[in-house]
């Protein structure tokens, strides 16, 4: 779509009238009643939602909508639940990635629920209960997409979920938020995110219950201020980002990025031959909060036929004797012949949270001195020439793997990634230099870290 020209078809019915000379449309206004007048900023459906904005008819379970910036999407996702809500749903989830993003966004914001609601039916909002109860007695739950765990055992009739593409667990989001929608006779969800092409956003567009609207910025252009356009929009048109940030495609692979889906798939293996050397990765958060980033904990092994192998990503936001004990637990498990952990974030911390657990266990400090890409690219020189192969699938390391670029471009801390890059240097990059160096006579060994 072009940035000049938005077919009239696409507009709403208050965007093609403001579009005609302001003596034809003033006056119309003014024929109307007070009461109608009063009515037309509520009118959603009738009058200020454009054609994909509304609400699709027939049998569907989720309706995606994909959006570049600025297109509405959380103007369309709280008419939605208002609209649910007219017609008699009861119970209704809200999930965002955080709980504050609920609050600030769906809830709150300049165009979230309160701020779409008439005066007649103004849901009153219960911060500290994290629910909204409308006069009819319809209740909405708001929940974090990033706490999965919240959303076992919720039952409801509808749900409105915002940016989950951007959340740590989406799968098991998903997972959790379909099993409790199954109140009243016909369950649907309304997803707004911007896309990024992670498998659980690639797998719901491709479902059969799925409704798929692609919104372009372009398409609300007569409602953004020209600063905004000129910041957020303007710098990415005709650009492949732009594709994803503007017209709200799901791209492949992102540019740059130091894996692509088709790399890991192509050495992808059902079974892996027997292992000289197996470890341990981990890379700590320094904080048990909301907001926290996981902690990475990756099991790797060195084949007998000098191949690396993934076996296992146990990843987890716990606290530090939580994420202790899964440690020790995988080492147990895969027979490992060491723990390693970053220092960088956390001093000591992996070190003695884990000799609390297990006081022998063999461990390796490891201190990163260059950043995360400059660490990680020559583990991806490994992938790229076959010598890396992920032991069945593991879909939220991949889709931190695929996002990474060398210059830092993860939207969030890839500690998943991260612990996979110091699991296979650790068997793979450091013996090759370590001999190197013997090899060489030098008196002093040089740190890849």
């Not at 049998?59 to 909508?65: A, M």
């Not at 992670?198 to 059969?208: M, Y």
């Not at 660490?375 to 890396?388: H, K, M």
């Amino acid at each position: 779509m072009q940035a000049n020209h938005v077919d009239q078809a696409e507009l709403s019915p208050r965007e093609r009238l403001l579009k005609r000379p302001r003596s034809e449309w003033e006056p119309f206004i003014r024929s109307l009643s007070k009461q109608r007048q009063q009515q037309l900023p509520y009118d959603w459906m009738g009058f200020e939602a454009r054609p994909k904005q509304r609400v699709p008819p027939g049998d569907w379970l989720t309706w995606l909508i994909l959006s570049g910036r600025g297109w509405g999407k959380t103007r369309t996702g709280a008419e939605t639940v208002r609209h649910w809500v007219e017609a008699g749903a009861k119970r209704i989830i809200l999930v965002g990635r955080s709980g504050s993003d609920v609050r600030k966004t769906m809830v709150e914001g300049e165009s979230g629920i309160l701020a779409v609601s008439p005066p007649g039916n103004m849901p009153e909002w219960l911060p500290g209960n994290r629910q909204l109860i409308w006069p009819n007695g319809a209740i909405g739950d708001c929940y974090s997409g990033d706490e999965p765990r919240q959303l076992r055992g919720f039952q409801g009739e509808k749900a409105w979920i915002d940016e989950p593409a951007h959340w740590q667990y989406p799968a098991e989001a998903f997972k959790n938020l379909f099993f409790g929608l199954r109140l009243g006779d016909n369950p649907q969800c309304v997803a707004t995110t911007t896309p990024l092409p992670i498998r659980p956003i690639i797998d719901l567009a491709k479902a059969d219950t799925t409704i798929v609207t692609n919104g372009s910025s372009f398409e609300n252009r007569a409602n953004l201020s020209e600063l905004y356009y000129t910041q957020n929009i303007a710098p990415y048109v005709g650009t492949r980002v732009g594709r994803q940030e503007i017209e709200g495609e799901i791209l492949s692979d992102v540019p740059g990025a130091l894996w692509t889906r088709a790399l890991i798939d192509e050495h992808r293996r059902k079974g892996r031959p027997e292992l000289v050397r197996v470890v341990v990765a981990i890379d700590p958060a320094v904080t048990n909060t909301e907001e926290s980033d996981d902690t990475g904990i990756i099991a790797a092994g060195l084949g007998i036929d000098g191949h690396g192998y993934v076996l296992q990503d146990a990843t987890c936001k716990l606290d530090p004797p939580g994420w202790g004990a899964r440690a020790v637990g995988v080492y147990d498990f895969r027979q490992a012949d060491e723990v390693i952990g970053e220092t960088n974030n956390g001093g000591d911390l992996v070190e003695r949270n884990l000799r609390v657990i297990r006081p022998n266990i063999p461990f390796r400090k490891v201190t990163a001195t260059r950043g995360k890409s400059k660490r990680a690219q020559p583990v991806a020189t490994l992938y790229e020439r076959g010598l890396v192969h992920h032991v069945g699938s593991f879909d939220e390391l991949e889709d931190q793997m695929v996002l990474f670029t060398p210059e830092g471009g993860f939207i969030t801390s890839p500690d998943r990634a991260d612990a996979l890059v110091w699991a296979l240097w650790a068997l793979m990059i450091e013996p090759v230099q370590q001999r190197r160096i013997l090899m060489l006579e030098e008196p002093y060994q040089v740190s890849p870290y």
